[in-house]
């Protein structure tokens, strides 16, 4: 089931815009079934913050960080290291 794009408020789109200027190492982490953040708004974050990197897992919904914990925390604890 596809889910609808919702419209951003104009103090939203704002705080948004800020984001694009990142120029931290960016990890950006979703999960296939997230019905909260659907995958769609991952992209567009890469899309807008250079250097970004992305891992997708297959399950976990929003709550990925929760039900993937262990490989969740291996996959930060990489992303970290110099």
């Not at 974050?45 to 891992?55: D, M, N, S, T």
Request: include cysteine; aromatic fraction near 6%; charge should be positive.
């Amino acid at each position: 089931m596809a889910v609808p794009k919702r419209k951003m408020s104009r103090s939203n789109t704002r705080h948004r815009r800020s984001a694009w200027k990142a120029v931290a190492p960016t990890l950006v982490t979703c999960a296939q079934d997230d019905r909260v953040t659907p995958v769609h708004l991952s992209h567009a974050i890469l899309e807008r913050i250079p250097h970004a990197e992305k891992v997708l897992f297959p399950w976990g919904g929003h709550a990925l960080p929760t039900l993937n914990a262990d490989k969740y925390a291996d996959m930060v604890k990489r992303f970290l290291r110099p």
